[in-house]
């Protein structure tokens, strides 16, 4: 390894890079494209949601609830119809997405401590806010039945209206808190594998990199001058994602940039080896940006980075294992929010070694065989 | 076998036709202290799976000469010069390269020869000095020496004054030359050439050969390969590789004399494809095949050449616009030699 012949590789790559003008907004400009729109149209949060209230009760309780859902910050109260049935229209019509049902006799069930039953009816046409509007719901019902509880000394027994969710680390369900994280990971992987994949077919496409194993340099100072510029651009990457995530979206980090910084350092093994082994299946720069997307999309929709895996049906979960992604995740949420260290995240490192390994290794074998035939 | 299959030192400088250099050939020196040849080559053979890419190939080359490998697209000519430059490994068979080894000691190898491909492989988002700063450093070139190279690179290619154009935009012509100049930097003794001119017009290879010889002049030995027969006549000696196999090697004068007894007609036509189909089929005729846009029959020995072709052609319903005997090229010679390879090829004959 001549450690001169490498940096004259790193600069050679970088002035192509630097000159790449298709390449250059895809660096750049991407990343802060994609934290604007995850931060902002994905990660936004519900509010306003069209909200009516059926108060068939018409009690100081019945009305203490209302207000409370009406004060939450999350609804707008669109009516206030006097019966059940006019919902229906109500909701046809995209009038209404979410509605509380006060039935008669709320209050004095709870005042005997019965199970007091209110119903939230949900618009599930969009099952996004359908959820999150219900789980606010909840929270806000809950809540309120704790206060009132405290003060009554009641203690109601029916789960009806104790809703016990407890939503813990991001407890204004904010998506954008996870988000960061996610695109931290996401990012990385767009600028190792696709950008270095791509750099190296150009490089065969032209016949370049025949002619760097018939000059002195080895295949070892090529892999290294080759890797060095990708990695170094996706720390800058990684790192400027982190910095406009917790100053401008106010993502709150509690975590280890120790604990973080091992977590990417295995994956851009993982990420890198993937791209050595697109560059040595593609033989167009084209071809390469298929095999990209063929691995991008179950990662993107399997990974957990949008789609819950807890939401996944049941046969689709295992397959989330093999994902890559999908323990950088889980490790970067938790130590992003929770501060979560080595002893609570083992799995997911061991995991993340063992495919950084097989990955890398087979990457490297693979590109030795491609370049000796 | 092959007609010239050797050549050796103790030979003055064999068959050089007298009206080529317009001089007799010159007195045979004392034969220096030999140093290893620039190619020594056994028995090389590579194979891919199943298919073999060289098969069992012999080949001297000295040094100072420029060794024409002549051969169509996918007869092995890159393949055996990948094996000599050490990118991959043979199969079977030893290759010397200066003296070195080229499977253990490819390193050696690498930094004393240099290669240049048709693709011409410069880095085309990077300048003309850029390209030749980093192949300077590839080799490890100090600075005073390159200095003096660049200079002389920038002006035997013509680009003095260019230095900080993007390579992408030069025409082809510069392109070739500065890649020459890049796979010279180091001042190789041995240079690689594999298909240098392909794509490059008339004028531009007339210049690329002037360089070539002056090249060649100073003392580096050149292994060029090439499928345009006027190079190959370039060349002090020639290979002609087909289907992985050196078919024969010899000076291009020599070669040419391989069909001296055959006499070679030259003949227009309106449809050629029907021609030579006829032609061919005719046992009188020994090869018909098409030779820029005219037809190369191949006679043999028979006298009575014109009479033959014109009544095989007026048989099948052709004429024949015009015939006149030519001197045999050397892509008369290579046809004539692929024919007899193919024709010893089939069982039973």
């Not at chain 2, 240098?196 to 060649?216: H, I, N």
């Not at chain 2, 010899?250 to 036509?269: C, H, K, Q, S």
């Given at each position: 390894m001549s450690f001169s012949r490498i940096r004259l590789l790193v600069w050679k790559e970088y002035l192509q890079l630097a000159r790449d003008r298709m390449l250059l907004p895809l660096i750049f400009i991407q990343p802060l494209l994609q934290l604007i729109m995850f931060g902002y149209v994905v990660g936004s949060d519900v509010t306003n949601i069209p909200t009516a209230i059926v108060d068939q009760d018409r009690t100081v309780s019945s009305r203490e609830l209302s207000s409370a859902i009406e004060n939450a910050g999350y609804f707008t109260i669109i009516e206030r119809p006097a019966e059940e049935t006019s919902l229906r229209p109500l909701m046809d019509g995209n009038r209404v997405?979410?509605?509380?049902?006060?039935?008669?006799?709320?209050?004095?069930?709870?005042?005997?401590?019965?199970?007091?039953?209110?119903?939230?009816?949900?618009?599930?046409?969009?099952?996004?806010?359908?959820?999150?509007?219900?789980?606010?719901?909840?929270?806000?019902?809950?809540?309120?039945t704790r206060s009132r509880a405290e003060v009554t000394g009641l203690v109601p027994d029916g789960p009806g209206i104790d809703a016990r969710v407890r939503v813990l680390f991001n407890p204004t369900l904010r998506s954008v808190n996870a988000m960061v994280p996610g695109l931290v990971a996401f990012i990385l992987m767009l600028s190792s594998t696709a950008l270095m994949s791509q750099a190296i077919v150009r490089e065969r496409e032209r016949g370049t990199l025949e002619q760097m194993f018939v000059t002195p340099?080895?295949?070892?100072?090529?892999?290294?001058?080759?890797?060095?510029?990708?990695?170094?651009?996706?720390?800058?990457?990684?790192?400027?994602?982190?910095?406009?995530?917790?100053?401008?979206?106010?993502?709150?980090?509690?975590?280890?940039?120790?604990?973080?910084?091992?977590?990417?350092?295995?994956?851009?093994?993982?990420?890198?080896?993937?791209?050595?082994i697109i560059s040595t299946l593609a033989r167009t720069r084209?071809?390469?940006?298929?095999?990209?997307?063929?691995?991008l999309i179950p990662t993107i929709v399997l990974s957990g980075f949008i789609f819950p895996i807890e939401s996944m049906p049941e046969p689709i979960v295992p397959v989330t294992y093999l994902i890559p992604l999908r323990y950088v995740l889980i490790l970067l949420r938790a130590n992003f929010m929770k501060g979560s260290g080595f002893e609570a995240l083992w799995p997911q490192f061991a995991a993340m070694a063992v495919f950084a390994v097989s990955i890398f290794s087979a990457a490297l074998a693979r590109f030795h065989k491609r370049l000796a035939d | 076998m092959p007609l010239f299959r050797r050549?050796?030192?103790?030979?003055?400088?064999?068959?050089?036709?007298?009206?080529?250099?317009?001089?007799?050939?010159?007195?045979?020196?004392?034969p220096p202290p030999a140093p290893a040849a620039a190619v020594h080559v056994r028995g090389l053979t590579k194979r891919f799976g199943h298919f073999t890419a060289v098969d069992n190939i012999d080949l001297d080359v000295r040094r100072?000469?420029?060794?024409?490998?002549?051969?169509?697209?996918?007869?092995?000519?890159?393949?055996?010069?990948?094996?000599?430059?050490?990118?991959?490994?043979?199969?079977?068979?030893?290759?010397?390269?200066?003296?070195?080894?080229?499977?253990?000691?490819?390193?050696?190898?690498?930094?004393?020869?240099?290669y240049m491909s048709q693709r011409f492989s410069l880095f085309e988002d990077l300048t003309v000095e850029e390209n030749l700063k980093f192949y300077a450093g590839v080799y490890g070139i100090a600075d005073e020496r390159y200095e003096q190279r660049r200079a002389y690179i920038l002006e035997m290619a013509g680009l003095?004054?260019?230095?900080?154009?993007?390579?992408?935009?030069?025409?082809?012509?510069?392109?070739?030359?500065?890649?020459?100049?890049?796979?010279?930097?180091?001042?190789?003794?041995?240079?690689?050439?594999?298909?240098?001119?392909?794509?490059?017009?008339?004028?531009?290879?007339?210049?690329?050969?002037?360089?070539?010889?002056?090249?060649?002049?100073?003392?580096i030995t050149l292994f060029v390969t090439t499928h345009y027969m006027?190079?190959?006549?370039?060349?002090?000696?020639?290979?002609?590789?087909?289907?992985?196999?050196?078919?024969?090697?010899?000076?291009?004068?020599?070669?040419?004399?391989?069909?001296?007894?055959?006499?070679?007609?030259?003949?227009?036509?309106?449809?050629?494809?029907?021609?030579?189909?006829?032609?061919?089929a005719s046992p009188a005729i020994a090869e018909a095949y098409l030779s820029g846009a005219a037809l190369h029959v191949n006679v043999g020995t028979r006298i009575d050449g014109p009479e033959v072709i014109a009544s095989t052609l007026t048989t099948a319903g052709l004429e024949a616009l015009s015939t006149r005997v030519v001197t045999p090229t050397l892509e008369d010679v290579f046809v004539h030699l692929v024919n007899r390879e193919r024709a010893s090829s089939v069982p039973g004959q």
């Open positions: 997405q979410l509605a509380l049902v006060l039935p008669a006799g709320f209050e004095r069930d709870l005042e005997r401590g019965d199970r007091a039953a209110v119903q939230l009816v949900v618009d599930g046409v969009d099952s996004k806010t359908a959820s999150v509007a219900s789980g606010y719901a909840t929270q806000v019902i809950g809540e309120w340099i080895t295949r070892g100072e090529y892999l290294v001058g080759k890797l060095a510029p990708y990695v170094l651009l996706a720390t800058v990457q990684v790192i400027g994602v982190m910095l406009v995530g917790v100053y401008w979206f106010r993502v709150p980090f509690n975590g280890n940039l120790l604990v973080i910084a091992a977590g990417l350092a295995l994956f851009v093994f993982t990420t890198l080896g993937q791209g050595m084209h071809q390469a940006q298929q095999w990209t997307m063929f691995l | 050549h050796r030192t103790d030979e003055p400088e064999p068959e050089m036709a007298p009206d080529a250099s317009g001089t007799p050939a010159p007195a045979p020196t004392e100072g000469e420029i060794f024409g490998f002549l051969g169509p697209n996918g007869s092995g000519k890159t393949t055996t010069i990948r094996m000599l430059c050490g990118v991959i490994a043979p199969t079977d068979g030893e290759a010397t390269v200066l003296g070195f080894d080229a499977v253990g000691q490819a390193e050696d190898i690498r930094r004393s020869i240099g003095q004054g260019r230095e900080g154009e993007l390579t992408a935009n030069l025409s082809v012509g510069w392109k070739q030359r500065l890649a020459l100049g890049c796979a010279t930097i180091h001042e190789p003794e041995l240079l690689f050439l594999d298909e240098p001119t392909s794509g490059v017009d008339p004028t531009a290879r007339k210049r690329f050969w002037e360089l070539l010889y002056d090249l060649a002049e100073s003392g006027d190079e190959a006549a370039r060349c002090s000696r020639v290979a002609f590789i087909y289907e992985g196999s050196i078919v024969t090697e010899g000076t291009p004068d020599t070669l040419r004399t391989t069909l001296v007894n055959d006499t070679i007609f030259e003949v227009t036509t309106g449809d050629v494809d029907a021609a030579i189909e006829a032609l061919t």
